[in-house]
């Protein structure tokens, strides 16, 4: 008996070992695929996966070693997810024991027990249950607490969340002997999820009501859904009542969003929806919260599983749908180390799961659009807003021939004074944080840059200094021009903090609240803010693209763009449609409740095709007419693309190393039969990328190219162990990037 076992190491196969020494008859009759166990690895102990159990192998019977130890006598994980993981690992071409290994739990990947750890709640003492009922008059919070644990028995910590109960409260509480704490064992519930929830479901529009009925019916097998609706038109409401039916029928859903929309107002929506079991899985969790949750997930006792990007590897009992909230938004691609998709890895999930599987976003990615085109997708569409709110008015603000004042028109803070005046909110979207991109000598040309990269520093003034956005360098602002000794120096173009100062005093009456990565950074940050906004007072939001998704701000009436340009010419091929993406995102945000929005873009290229197309026929049109010159360019969704990249502290050695990669690609090309055109692999490269020189490291690029997946699969398949073993490639970083989001 061989066990075919997927160890955590960078070596892109799977690992045969004996079983153990001594194994009673019983034990071997478990060893399922799905365990794990515990394996000599060099002088190492590791905890790896039983991927199959095999009657021979390759290996000469004398150098395999036997496993040490079995961690489980059921698999840990179902069978669905088994073929998941494993065809993740082909597929990206990244080794087997990472990827099993990076999807589990920490916890589960230490070794430890998949048993519940058991979940924190709070409940009445006996001195809390005959509390009289004025007893806590004066905090009006701990009243409440206590009147929910008469009402329902028990809080957990995603219900403090939820009811904005501050941790003091619990502890004050605690001490004075009124409620305490146990442990709760989940228990898998029979039957349908309970609803009598706070919120009823809305009232559907047609075709909301068309989009909820397709979906419903084909919820018993594999069927792909692009539901393609403008913001605001109720995508959201599709999604909870298809999971209200899943629910229903005593299934599971699983949610996934984008990074930056796993805000609590997401959460709350669902939990007011639903009176059921939620697992949230966020960046906050600590370990034992998070296998606690993929426990939940696995045994059927969480209803609902919403997460970002890996969220979408937790095993489900029952699973009945999988929704991708925003499916065009690039956090759902993983930029590093296992580079897998989220959203296409999500169809290969529902088609093994035999599971429906819906896409949302306004702005669809151009790969999904083609496919619901060509009828691979049921294509939905919701063509207005929800609720009667009206479809924002997009202008452009032509400033070739205007002076611009710290990058607004004449035009442009007339209006944003107008909706102040009104007593409305205002957005104004930069891309770019820090003060300005640049510090330059006016004297003599001189320019700050990053001595890692071939980048500039930005100029932060809040505290000042010089920071490199690429690999994070600091300094100290020059105080004159290492140059040529001047004291002009000057901070050239736009951040958010720039325009933060500027409007502060331009418009002194106004709040003029900063959204970005650094004003958010610390933890809360961003709800305050939010926060602030939701009260609703006039005020002046500045912010980057967090603004851009998922919020809902039902005050803002004007967005403003400073300027369109930069995204819509930047040279990585994918770059007008992220442009546009993020401009109609940024200008679903206005006018969301009952007033008006208006989104006004500044751009010196008012004639632009491509732009004129997006703001006066909608994304739907601009999409296709990018969709045509993709076509004629053979590029993605028309072809495939694999990236291989190397990085070494000198120029020369990426490159060296890439020129073998191709020399042994071409090798393969050439022995594989009559290459014609349509199903060949074109190289391209080895090339500098864009930003040839990062954190320190030289970088180089080779495309590989094919209008047929299976073509650059069977390629890459036979390439990567030839890398793995080329002594040159030790003495680079390289990595291989499976349909690539970006070039850099
Ligand atoms: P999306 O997810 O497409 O951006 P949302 O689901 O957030 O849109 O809906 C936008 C707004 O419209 C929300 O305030 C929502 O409550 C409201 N809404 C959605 N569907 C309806 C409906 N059928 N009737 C009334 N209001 C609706
Ligand atoms: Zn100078
Ligand atoms: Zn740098």
Redesign the pocket.
């Known amino acids: 008996m061989i066990l075919r076992l997927a160890v955590p190491s960078p070596l892109r196969r799977l690992f045969d070992y004996l079983p153990p020494v001594e194994m009673p008859s019983a034990t071997a009759s478990g060893l399922q695929p799905g365990i794990r166990v515990v394996v000599p690895f060099g002088p190492r102990k590791l905890v790896a996966v039983l991927v199959s159990v095999e009657s021979d192998t390759s290996v000469t019977h004398d150098k395999l070693r036997h496993v040490l130890e079995i961690l489980d006598t059921e698999p840990l994980l179902p069978a669905p997810l088994l073929t998941l993981y494993t065809w993740a690992a082909q597929y990206y071409q990244h080794p087997p024991g990472e990827v099993f290994h990076n999807m589990l739990p920490a916890l589960l990947r230490q070794g430890r027990p998949a048993s519940h750890p058991g979940r924190k709640i709070w409940c009445l003492s006996a001195a809390g249950q005959t509390l009289e009922h004025n007893a806590l008059g004066r905090a009006p919070k701990q009243k409440e607490i206590v009147e929910y644990l008469r009402e329902h028995g028990e809080m957990d910590r995603d219900m403090m969340t939820e009811l904005e109960i501050s941790p003091t409260a619990m502890t004050t509480l605690l001490k004075a002997g009124l409620i305490e704490t146990t442990k709760r064992l989940p228990r898998a519930k029979q039957g349908p999820a309970v609803k009598s929830a706070r919120e009823n479901a809305?009232?559907?529009?047609d075709e909301?009501r068309t989009a909820v009925s397709a979906i419903r019916k084909s919820l018993s097998a594999y069927s792909c859904f692009l539901l393609d609706?403008v913001?605001?038109?109720?995508?959201?409401?599709v999604y909870l009542q298809v999971i209200a039916e899943v629910l229903e029928q005593s299934r599971q859903a699983l949610v996934l969003v984008p990074e930056i929309s796993l805000t609590p107002q997401t959460i709350s929506r669902f939990r007011k929806r639903f009176q059921c079991r939620i697992a949230v899985l966020h960046s906050g969790l600590t370990d034992a919260e998070r296998l606690h949750a993929w426990l939940e997930a696995r045994d059927g006792i969480a209803n609902i599983v919403i997460g970002t990007r890996s969220a979408l590897f937790t095993p489900l009992a029952r699973p009945g749908i999988i929704i991708i909230d925003e499916e065009h938004d690039n956090s759902f691609k993983q930029q590093d180390g296992f580079r897998y998709s989220a959203r296409d890895l999500g169809i290969v999930r529902a088609r093994n799961e035999n599971i429906g599987i819906v896409l949302g976003s306004?702005t669809p990615s151009l790969e999904t659009l083609h496919n619901a085109l060509s009828g691979r997708y049921h294509h939905l569409q919701?063509t207005d807003r929800?609720?009667g709110?009206e479809r924002p008015l997009l202008r452009l603000l032509d400033t070739t021939h205007e002076v611009l004042q710290e990058g607004f028109s004449s035009t442009l803070l007339q209006q944003i004074g107008e909706h102040l005046q009104r007593g409305n909110q205002v957005l104004v979207f930069i891309n770019r944080r820090g003060f300005a991109p640049t510090l330059q000598c006016a004297d003599c040309g001189w320019v700050s840059e990053c001595t890692h990269c071939d980048a500039r520093m930005t100029l932060h003034k809040t505290p000042a200094h010089l920071r490199c956005h690429h690999c994070d360098t600091r300094r100290a602002i020059d105080r004159h021009c290492p140059l040529c000794k001047s004291k002009q120096l000057q901070a050239l173009g736009l951040g958010t903090e720039r325009s933060e100062a500027f409007l502060s005093g331009i418009f002194p009456n106004a709040r003029v609240l900063r959204v970005d990565r650094d004003s958010t950074r610390r933890k809360n940050e961003l709800d305050i803010l939010l926060n602030e906004v939701h009260q609703g007072a006039p005020c002046i939001l500045v912010g980057t693209q967090m603004l851009a998704k998922g919020h809902?701000f039902p005050r803002v009436t004007l967005v403003a763009v400073l300027d369109a340009d930069t995204g819509l010419f930047s040279a990585d091929f994918r770059g007008q449609e992220h442009t546009a993406q993020l401009l109609m995102q940024v200008a679903g945000r206005s006018g969301?409740a009952g007033q008006p929005g208006e989104v006004l873009i500044q751009t010196r290229h008012a004639t632009h095709n491509t732009l004129q197309t997006l703001i006066n026929h909608g994304y739907g049109a601009f999409a296709r007419t990018l969709l045509m010159e993709r076509h004629a360019a053979h590029m993605p969704p028309f072809a495939h693309l694999a990236l291989i990249r190397a990085e070494a502290e000198d120029f020369r050695t990426p490159e060296l190393f890439l020129n073998l990669v191709r020399q042994c690609a071409a090798r393969f090309l050439g022995e594989s039969e009559a290459p014609d055109a349509s199903t060949a692999v074109m190289l391209m490269g080895p090339l500098p990328a864009p930003m040839e020189k990062r954190a320190g490291k030289f970088r180089s690029q080779l495309l590989l190219q094919s209008a047929h997946r299976s073509n650059l699969q069977q390629l890459l398949s036979k390439l990567c162990p030839e890398l793995e073993a080329l002594k040159e490639s030790r003495a680079v970083r390289w990595s291989i990037d499976v349909d690539p989001q970006d070039m850099i």
């Open positions: 809305l009232q559907l529009n909301q609706g913001t605001g038109s109720g995508k959201t409401e306004a919701l929800a609720g709110a809902h969301r």
